[in-house]
């Protein structure tokens, strides 16, 4: 099965259509093109199509990965990067903002170098990302957050 020539059919109209009523299916045969589009995106590498029947396999991104080894910082200074981190992934959650609002809502002075390690983090762990990403150094460079990042605030928050 190719994603790339892949044309939907709905293996049974009947039940399709009474989910389609009863508001738990958006439309017939859209799965697989959704599968494809989102796999990245959620799991951080294409998703594995094995044979030709409905079997997919979706990779999970190691969520334990965010946190910091705990060797690299002191207890203290590890909680306050991780409560940095949730601050700047909350305040992400609404609209892209630049460092400076991101410093003036954290209530730091200025970019400090606990804040520039945490957003680099938070850049290379792909949970935020630029929104000019070609000029990095912009100074109309913004910050927002990806699908994974989204996920994993929604995670936290439950």
Do not use: H, W
């Not at 020539?5 to 958006?26: H, L, M, Q, S």
């Not at 945490?118 to 957050?145: G, H, V």
């Amino acid at each position: 099965m190719n994603p790339a020539t892949f044309t939907p059919f709905p293996k049974n109209p009947v039940i399709g259509g009474f989910f389609r009523e009863i508001g738990r299916a958006d439309e017939l045969g859209s799965g697989m093109r959704k599968m494809m589009k989102y796999g990245k995106a959620y799991g951080g590498a294409d998703p594995e199509i094995e044979g030709d029947i409905f079997r997919i396999i979706v990779k999970c991104p190691d969520f334990e990965a965010c946190q910091t080894d705990s060797t690299e910082l002191r207890p203290e200074s590890e909680a306050q990067s991780r409560a940095q981190s949730g601050a700047i992934l909350q305040a992400l959650f609404e609209r892209s903002l630049s460092a400076n609002e991101l410093t003036e809502i954290l209530g730091l002075r200025s970019k400090t170098g606990a804040f520039k390690r945490t957003i680099k983090e938070l850049l290379d762990k792909k949970f935020i990302e630029y929104t000019i990403p070609e000029k990095p150094n912009s100074r109309l460079q913004k910050y927002r957050l990806t699908d994974v990042g989204k996920y994993l605030l929604k995670s936290i928050q439950e």
